[in-house]
């Protein structure tokens, strides 16, 4: 990932600007420290810190046109620009850059270019011509984006929060799947799913289809010029990333430039659920597998920084992005600078286990879709900044246009778990990588139930945190709770925890206002917390929150469905481990 900061008409076009859109440029440069680029005309900026993963050597930005009239900043991958380039044939691109189609794209089809990138992007595009301009973001917001507005009329656009908050009187998110355009001064959805609607879809299940739509989400995501590897924890969704990056991997050019063995990464803390299973998983495969561990103090120690580069206060997003964050900084360090992950495929195939409850097939469709609108402020934010903290790419292809369309046109009635008939949470998902020929993976594997991310790593990680949290904010504090924060009011200590440092960050109310709020149960939205009447007294966004349906369920609640999942992995870990901290690294 790299970072973009824009400034755009902001009626300066003065030395002492120019030097101020650097300072704050600089704020970014964890996301590309490869190289810096800014360039300007008259009062408007675009500025580009780079993490090179195509052509390294020539594809600095931003970026331009032939006669240099228009001029873009990126961020993302542009995963078909060699078929573009085809439609591009009487223009002159300089680079191999993926990026480097955009401008030539808008010189022949204007703004309404967008809808033919596949892949995951935040851009910026100035028409020097007439100093118009446009700002962009993918589909589902893999890439983070904010647009901020300054007192002298100017606009702003940056890649993260921290480029923004002391310089705009308002900032907020750039909403996923839309343009900004200055001819009209206001956003347009670009990105017009059939899902979108939430109508319910009726097309039959057929595994074959969904499991070759996968396969060549993850295909064209090998596109790379640098050392990559996946990201691997020995769930479903990681384990079957890995295992179609493994079959697929050789003859790719990413081979040819760095052999055809994958690397796996996994971290967690010593004897987790994840690390167990993403040893086997990668035995399986036949990955050079590289185990990071961590204790609960390594990661408390962290969660400042965690909460600054993240830039939110969101409970279960900073459970899961301090370990991520934690790997990423050792991922890095190896020398790789882009992964394979599994984000998304809980959000389409309803694989987070409070979807058990799920009344009919009509709410379940309905919260799946709810569930994708919202992954830019939950996941795909927390893959995005915990890995671009370091320098580190991540690519989702469950997140692919094209296999969301195809999984969501899925009649739900197949995506609903039924005990009855042996079907789990991602049944559809599960059965079209069932291949007894040539398994996909092991069995028990293809069939383990699902375990959020900050679970996986280690139950006592979450004990440990509300432990911290509960010796940091005192009951007095929390009857205060709603006169300090107004707005999305802690209801925990830990919550609680994590605002005051958020705040101490971001004090601006802008900036409060790009995190999400509102009642959840294992990483529900509000409406299905409906569900189930318990639930309400239970909020906590944890898996194990799932009353009866987590092995590992809070409370003495049990899963009664072990018929059709694993048997539950006991972590071992005593409840706060505070030894002395250190990550280490088994290969």
Known sequence: MCGILAVLGCSDDSQAKRVRVLELSRRLKHRGPDWSGLYQHADFYLSHQRLAIIDPASGDQPLYNEDESIVVTVNGEIYNHE????????????????????????EEYGENFVDMLDGMFSFVLLDTRDNSFIAARDAIGITSLYIG????????????????????EHFETFPPGHLYSSKEAGF???YNPTWFSEDIPSTPYDPLVLRCALENAVIKRLMTDVPFGVLLSGGLDSSLIASITARHLAGTRAAKHWGTQLHSFCVGLEGSPDLKAAREVA???????????????????????????????????????????LMARKIKSLGVKMVISGEGADEIFGGYLYFHKAPNKEEFHRESCRKIKALHMYDCLRANKATSAWGLEVRVPFLDKEFINVAMAIDPEWKMIKHDQGRIEKWVLRRAFNDEQQPYLPKHVLYRQKEQ????????????????????????????????????TPTSKEAYYYRTIF??????????????????????????????????????????????????????????????VPPKIIDPISRMNVSTPEVEILS
């Open 83 to 106: 078929e573009l380039r085809k439609k591009l044939r009487n223009h002159k691109i300089r680079t191999d850059s993926d990026c480097d189609v955009i401008s030539h794209l808008y």
């Open 149 to 168: 507005w300054g007192l002298d009329g100017s606009v702003w656009i940056s890649s993260e929060l921290k480029a923004l908050n002391d310089d705009c």
């Open 188 to 190: 347009k959805r670009w």
């Open 283 to 325: 035995d399986f495969l036949g990955t050079v597998h590289h185990e990071f561990h961590f204790t609960v103090q390594d990661g408390i120690d962290a969660i400042e920084d965690v909460i600054y580069h993240v830039e939110t206060y969101d409970v279960t997003t900073i459970r899961a992005s301090t370990p991520m964050f």
């Open 453 to 488: 991310f900050s679970d996986g790593v280690g139950y006592s990680w979450i004990d440990g945190l509300k432990a911290h949290a509960a010796q940091h904010v005192t009951d007095k504090m929390m009857v205060n709770a709603e006169h300090i924060f107004p707005q999305n």
């Open 503 to 564: 705040e101490r960050f971001f004090p601006q109310n802008s900036a409060r206002q790009t995190v999400p709020g509102g009642p959840s149960i294992a990483c529900s939205t509000a409406k299905a917390v409906e569900w189930d009447a318990t639930w309400s007294k239970n909020l906590d966004p944890s898996g194990r929150a799932a009353l009866g349906v987590h092995a590992s369920a809070y409370g003495d609640e049990v899963n009664h469905i072990n018929d059709v």
